[in-house]
């Protein structure tokens, strides 16, 4: 299902264009970037574009054709939908705008393609809509400019479901600076017309290439059909609902045509259905990064989240955040304060958050992480860690990955905050997240990616 | 069940009278107060009898949503007498009543409600929210969607921000909570089973000792 329009053999890109400045241009550029089958340009204005022969309409096209790219004005798609019948085409990516979002004129459009495309047996992707990136197999069937995400897409396990055209771009390019995170596919949907987040929900818990759902979503078509798929599946799926207040929801109309939905309702769903939910975009990457790691966790009631930290402040602070969302600081045993504390003066007895900075400055950061790091992990209390590291460059790639090790070993996750030096920080901050641990400079980033997967690993099995 | 909302449908009713209602949701799990509808005066003082008085009279018919707006509710009745004059004082105000409901009253100083709505993306709905005069202000309401698990009945009840109400609580003892999960389950699996119920309104919902008793209920059909 839907893989003519992730792996077709023949794609046409109608409204390709040889002008720079296009978004017809960047279409065919991304297209040829990638994708090792048949592309076929058209436009009746040209003969050639990226020395590829140029078709001036789809009958003129040799051979059968999987997949249509559109980038023309709206009004020319219920014809173009039958020319593309007569073709073979099984879907259609409608980039363009001027449908359902742009008054009664467009919705009549919209309205005769799908008619004609039912007619068809043909799935129409879009309209309003940047189609989608194969991370993996470097597709690129999006009007996205073609200079800004070859040298940072990176293929990995990271589904995305975005209901935004500019979103997905920017936030793609975003998302995969931000830290070590590599995408499976992210897909633009823009009106959903037809194809939507359900056909593609359904089609990523399938895939096998995606270990990690993440979703932008103005409005749900069938709520019900979101939840259940959730539900069935261990794969996370994280969801970002826009539309929430009465403002949100009229700009969310205006811009796909999207009636959300009663919010609280959705809201108890998404938490019936173990959704995890997120509430701006970069909560959603972060989320969809630290989950992408992979990092084994069995979080259990009883249990709780140990501190490790060189500043009583950021203790102190840390635990607020958690407290505020719910999650549980651990309760330390006797033996593992008692193993932490010949690192400490006589005078000062080591405490839960373990504010280890008086041992560090008697026996340097390596020898009082690792021994505290060390205890903490052996501690049955402790299912998980927040990890506080100050930024000094002394700090190497070995540190991070041997504490990686800790936590495939102990099945217990790290979440790092690192503050200090920008650069330095940034450094830590890229060996950390390289050895496979979510690193973050903001405290309130720790807290909520952990309390998501804590609620994801304690998703209770379908019924 | 099925013949009530049958029945009402071909009246052509748009809800059930609040007797009916309270058949239906007590068939569903959820506790209701003892409640009798009569014909006459004389029934109306032996129920009263029978149950123990105080009581509570209301005028029944499906035509009478809002019951108290209209003055066919009479709270607090203490004798027989008094009995017999509000019944017929009831059936004076208007002919088309089924009969009269004589209700033990119940008190308690807990209220909370139980609803189901149909989402239009979701499907049927429950809600559960505290109840009484601050149910407007405090808006202090949780949703999930049918049919619920227990765990999903029982996430709801510990979700409300005045949860510390179905603790003990000055005197009263703890809210039973399997029974409250029960009427949250059972109302869901109504909205789940019957498409013809539209939406289902249980308001007040008392703590009465530790038993949560509805004391009125409507239920709007298609």
Known sequence: MLDYFFNPKSVAIIGASNNVNKGGYHIIKNITAGFKGRIYPVNKSYTEILQLPCYPDIASIPGDIDLAIYFIPSRELPHTVNECAKKGVKGIIIESGGFNEAGEEGQKIQKRALENAAKAGIRLWGPNCMGFIDGNRKHVFSFIHSAVWPDVLRGGSVGLIVQSGMLSAGFLLHALQEGVMGVSKVCSIGNKCDINENDLLEYMIHDRETDVIACYLESLVDGRKFISLARKTRKPIIVLMGGRSVHGAKAAQSHTASLSGNYPIAHAAFRQAGIIEVFDPAELTDMARAFSKKMPFHPQAEKGTAILTFSGGAGTITVDLMDDCGLKLAKLSDETLAHIAPLFPVWNKPDHPLDLWIAIEQHGFEKVFQRSLNAVFEDPAVDSIIFHSYATPLITQDFFNELNDLVKKHAKPVVVWIEGRKDFAEYLRGIAENAGLPAFREMNRCVSVLKGMKQHFTKKPAR | MVNIIKKALAKGQ?????????????????????????????????????????????????????????????????????????????????????????????????????????????????????????????????????????????????????????????????????????????????????????????????????????????????
């Open chain 2, 14 to 222: 748009k809800t059930l009278s609040e007797y009916e209602s309270r058949l239906v949701i007590e068939s569903a799990g959820v506790f209701v107060s003892a409640a009798e509808l009569v014909q006459t005066r004389e029934e109306a003082v032996r129920a009263a009898e029978t149950m123990g008085f105080p009581v509570v009279m209301k005028g029944c018919s499906a035509e009478l949503a809002h019951k108290t707006e209209v003055g066919m509710v009479a709270l607090n009745i203490n004798s027989a007498q008094d009995v017999a004059r509000v019944f017929d004082e009831l059936t004076g105000k208007a002919n088309n009543l089924d009969g009269v409901l004589v209700e033990k009253m119940v008190r308690g100083n807990r209220e909370f409600v139980i609803g189901l709505s149909r989402d239009p993306q979701f499907g049927p709905c429950v809600m559960f929210g505290l109840g009484g005069i601050f149910t407007e202000a405090l808006k202090d309401v949780t949703f999930r969607v049918a049919p619920l698990t227990r765990e999903d009945a029982l996430e709801m009840i510990d979700e409300i921000k005045t949860k510390k109400l179905l603790d003990e609580f000055r005197g009263s003892p703890a809210v039973d909570r399997d029974a409250l999960a029960k009427a949250l389950i059972g109302v869901g699996d109504l909205g789940v089973q019957y498409d013809d119920i539209a939406e289902i309104d249980i308001n007040p919902l008392i703590v009465c000792g530790d038993k949560p008793v509805a004391v009125d209920a409507l239920v709007v059909l298609k």
